[in-house]
Structure formats: structure tokens, C-alpha cells
């Protein structure tokens, strides 16, 4: 796994590296009963970042856990409800992020990628993009159930995902998904990939969408970036005190992360956080015509990454 810091990654020991506005979340602020003896329990997540917001103007949230990437620990993003018609994706996360303090690694968790989706219960955002065909790498113009917008990076979401991810530069990212139950081994890191299937107890499979996956987010930062980006596909109806408990714990184990303390030093003043559209959307070089062979038409049933 690598765990060097790169002079081409920000520093992230404070807001103004990310550029986006952040709250620091005060140590003991979940409080014990009162009159209870016991000390005020620390929560897990130290800052609280917000990447930009939804077509329909709802936020989206990182929390950032663990320890720091400079203490030589591997940094993680864990993303769930990319797809407003998988909730069950974001359960284990919230436990994670409402659990105990950590350390082990530097850990960012992303519960809710398309609030707009989840809030209608729909794949797509609120403009009818499905945000996993809409970054820009291998993109093509797909319709239907597919619809992969005007342009590669068109939609506010995905462009405020990139510039995260592009700050952050981590090592791994765990991208959840539903139904299709299994971990896709045939990836960039085939090694990792099968050891995430096992330690999550998932089959190994190959979500290929049927030819070439044309603009989906793992595709785009294992093309861009050294780290590796992996999809996880929970089954149609998990558990939800399953996904809270067991499927967490072994979220974690995954990682390298493992419960304790790390005492943070205080966090400097928030930055202004960026208009979500002055990025320019990304030129679509990187997209190439497909050819008949990657034809979105393939096979159903690996086509819902």
C-alpha cells in the first residue's frame, strides 16, 4: 500500500489546504446524561468539510476520521449513495462516522454523493445524469437508464467530488454500490481488491458494464492518480443492524483502522468555500469514440456500477 506523501499532495493539516469550507467538530460534544460520572464521549470525526452542493442546492458532506496522512498512515475515501436508489450503501458509513475515534489511517467518508437521488429515490441526480457515466474518462453519450449528461464533468456533484479528490490525493477509495453483491477483483490493484472480497466476506467479480465502462468514477482517478479506487456491490436488501455492525467492523479491518485516540491539534479558521461552478468543465480528450465494441447495450445485469 502506499503511504508516501507526494509533494504533489496539499498538506492536510488544516481547512485552508482543502480550499472548502469545514467545521470542526469540538472534542466531547456528545455529552454524557446528566449526572452521569462518565467523561463525555469523543467522537470519532475531527472535521467536517463541505464539497460543494447538489443541483438542487443540498450539501455534500466529507468527515474526515482517523489520524493524519503525515504520521505515515494510508489515507482512505469511503463513498456511498453515488446512486440515490442504493441507500443501503450508507448505513455502515454513518456508523463509522458516529463510532469511536481511530487510528491506523487518515479516513474520509462521503455517506451521501447524490443527495438529490436519495431524496427522490431515483439512480440519477436531479437533472437525470447518472453521476458514475459522467466524469471525464472514457466518457461517451450514453441515454436511458445510463444518461451520461451534456458533457464529461457537467453536473456540480461530480465536479465537486474531482476537486476533493484531487486535493487529497488518497491511497485508496472504496466506492459502494448495490445490488450486484461482490467486489470487482479485475481492477487496478488486483492484489487489494481480493483481500477487500475476502475480509468483506463478497464474491470476486467483474463489473465490466458489459464491454468498457465509459465515464465512472474509479475509472477516472485509477487512470489520473497513483492511489486505486475499488467497487464494492452490497446485495439488493442487506440488513440494516448487519451493515451498522459487522459490515462496519469489517469496513475498517479492510483499511488498516482500528479503534483509538489521536489528539488532533486545533484546526486553523475555514476558507470561503469555492461557487461550485467556477471550475471549468473538464475538456472531454480523455473520451474517445467508442468503438461498436464498447457498446453501452451489453449486458444488464454488470451495467449498474
Known amino acids: 500500500m502506499a503511504t508516501g506523501r507526494g509533494t504533489g499532495r496539499a498538506a492536510l493539516a488544516g481547512v485552508s489546504a482543502l480550499g472548502l469550507l469545514s467545521t470542526v467538530v469540538p472534542l466531547g460534544a456528545h455529552l454524557a446524561p446528566l449526572g452521569a460520572a462518565a467523561a463525555p464521549r469523543k467522537p470519532a470525526v475531527v472535521q ?72 427522490a429515490g431515483t439512480r440519477k441526480n ?16 450514453l441515454d436511458g437508464n445510463y444518461e451520461s449528461g451534456p458533457r464529461p464533468g457537467s453536473e456540480p456533484e461530480t465536479r465537486a467530488v474531482m476537486r476533493f479528490l484531487r486535493r487529497v490525493q488518497p491511497d485508496r477509495i472504496l466506492s459502494f454500490h448495490q445490488p450486484l453483491h461482490g467486489v470487482d477483483t479485475d481492477t487496478k490493484d488486483r492484489a487489494y481488491a481480493e483481500r477487500v472480497a475476502r475480509i468483506l466476506r463478497l464474491p470476486r467479480k467483474t463489473f465490466d458494464c458489459g464491454g468498457v465502462c ?63 461552478t467556477d471550475e471549468p468543465t473538464p475538456a472531454p480528450s480523455e473520451s474517445p469514440t467508442p468503438t461498436p465494441s464498447e457498446s453501452p447495450s451489453g449486458s444488464p445485469t454488470l451495467s449498474s456500477r
Not at 503525515?70 to 448505513?91: F, K, Q, S, Y
Not at 447518472?130 to 474518462?137: A, V
Not at 455492525?245 to 489528539?263: C, M, N, S
Request: aromatic letters at 10%; a positive charge; zero cysteines.
Open 126 to 141: 436531479a437533472r437525470g445524469v447518472d453521476l458514475n457515466r459522467n466524469f471525464p474518462y472514457r466518457w461517451a453519450d
Open 48 to 119: 467536517t468539510v463541505k464539497l460543494g452542493e447538489s443541483v438542487r442546492g443540498r450539501p455534500i458532506y466529507a468527515y474526515r476520521l482517523g489520524e493524519p496522512a503525515d504520521n505515515g498512515v494510508p489515507t482512505v475515501v469511503l463513498i456511498g449513495a453515488m446512486h440515490g436508489n442504493e441507500p443501503r450503501t450508507r448505513p455502515a458509513l454513518w456508523s463509522i462516522k458516529d463510532g469511536d475515534p481511530l487510528v491506523g489511517a487518515e479516513v474520509w467518508v462521503i455517506p451521501t454523493y447524490n443527495p438529490d437521488g436519495i431524496a
Open 214 to 276: 465509459h465515464g465512472t468514477m474509479t475509472g477516472w482517478f485509477n487512470h489520473r492518480f497513483a492511489g486505486s479506487a475499488l467497487t464494492v456491490e452490497l446485495g439488493p436488501r442487506p440488513g440494516r443492524r448487519y451493515l451498522r455492525t459487522t459490515f462496519a467492523r469489517r469496513i475498517l479491518k479492510v483499511i488498516g483502522a482500528e479503534p483509538g485516540d489521536y489528539a488532533w491539534g486545533p484546526m486553523p479558521t475555514p476558507t470561503p468555500e469555492p461557487t461550485p
